[in-house]
């Protein structure tokens, strides 16, 4: 019987402090989610996510999507595509974007490409070499991964770190979600 009670004890104690950070976490992601950046910043910088063959997935159409509306309200605005080529994507993920994007009307001279990049970290570290010092940028990603792109973004010395979400798709929200818990932790632990 105390053995029992004994582990109950220790789950709770371990429980506790993990639906705590849990709660946190997901307040953070949602609030980061809901801001909408200021008119006119200078760049967007839109992170990849993956490409089947030449076709984008949904996630990253989700993202190129809100980049586009913003683009089009924002006429001074240039675009940072950033995203390079993985297993199964016949091009990179930032042509991909570009795509997208001429034929939804923005102009070549609007879009930058960064293809080399394969981590969120890699994207805004790219991309950052690619603009002036005293840049502002609103980082385009979707809903679940605005936060952790923002803290990133902010530890890369970006001058102005703005955020814009695009949707998650519906079959993958709990399973992006749940990564994406674990990947914050990550990222206030280890990243730089």
Do not use: C
Request: charged share 25%; net charge neutral; no cysteine.
């Amino acid at each position: 019987m105390k053995t029992k009670k004994k582990l109950k004890t220790i789950l709770m104690i371990a429980l506790v402090p993990l639906v705590i950070y849990l709660i946190i976490v997901h307040s953070l992601i949602y609030h980061s989610a809901k801001q909408d950046p200021p008119k006119e910043v200078d760049y967007l910088i839109v992170l990849g996510a993956r490409v089947r063959g030449e076709m984008m997935t949904k996630a990253l159409l989700f993202r190129v999507e809100a980049a586009l509306e913003y683009l089009q309200e924002n006429p001074n605005t240039k675009v940072i595509a950033s995203g390079g080529q993985g297993p199964g994507e016949d091009i990179t993920e930032a042509e991909a974007m570009r795509r997208y994007f001429v034929a939804n009307g923005i102009e070549e001279n609007r879009i930058l490409l960064e293809g080399s990049s394969t981590t969120t970290f890699e994207n805004l570290s790219f991309s950052r070499d690619m603009i002036e010092d005293e840049a502002s940028v609103a980082i385009v990603s979707n809903d679940f991964h605005v936060y952790r792109a923002s803290i990133i973004g902010k530890r890369l010395d970006f001058a102005e770190v703005h955020t814009l979400a695009g949707k998650t798709p519906r079959v993958a929200i709990f399973k992006l979600w749940l990564r994406e818990y674990f990947a914050v932790a990550k990222t206030w632990l280890v990243d730089k």
